[in-house]
């Protein structure tokens, strides 16, 4: 499975961006999809998940009421609406995929993309 993230950029505190992650290959071996991110001299940290069942997704507390994910099944499309963007968000989101079934079976990242929240 291959993921394309895109849409991270600059944008000023209390602004809004729209990232992107298109899945292509064997997409049939995935049913759940994730944003992760990663600040400078911090561990990486999931944002939010959404799962192919038709299950909620779930979101970190710093997250919730500000970013929503969803997923276009039909474009393979995973994306996350990012609002009322702070300075603390600013980090490498890399898009995240793998089989919520099975433990063994690889996982897939994307190449990041960045995001800079200026104050």
């Known amino acids: 499975v291959h993921l394309v993230e895109s849409g991270g950029g600059l944008v000023q505190a209390g602004g809004s961006l729209r990232l992107s992650c298109e899945a292509s290959?064997?997409?049939?071996?995935?049913?759940?999809m994730g944003w992760y991110r990663q600040a400078p001299g911090k561990q990486r940290e999931l944002v939010a998940g959404?799962?192919?069942?038709?299950?909620?997704?779930n979101y970190d507390d710093s997250v919730k009421g500000r970013f929503t994910i969803s997923r276009d099944s039909v474009k393979n499309t995973m994306y996350l609406q990012m609002n009322s963007l702070k300075p603390e968000d600013t980090a490498v989101y890399y898009c995240?995929?793998?089989?919520?079934?099975?433990?063994?079976?690889?996982?897939?990242w994307g190449q990041g993309t960045q995001v800079t929240v200026s104050s």
């Open positions: 959404i799962p192919f069942s038709g299950a909620p997704p």
């Open positions: 995240y995929a793998w089989d919520y079934y099975c433990s063994d079976c690889p996982d897939y």
């Open positions: 290959g064997s997409t049939f071996s995935i049913n759940a």
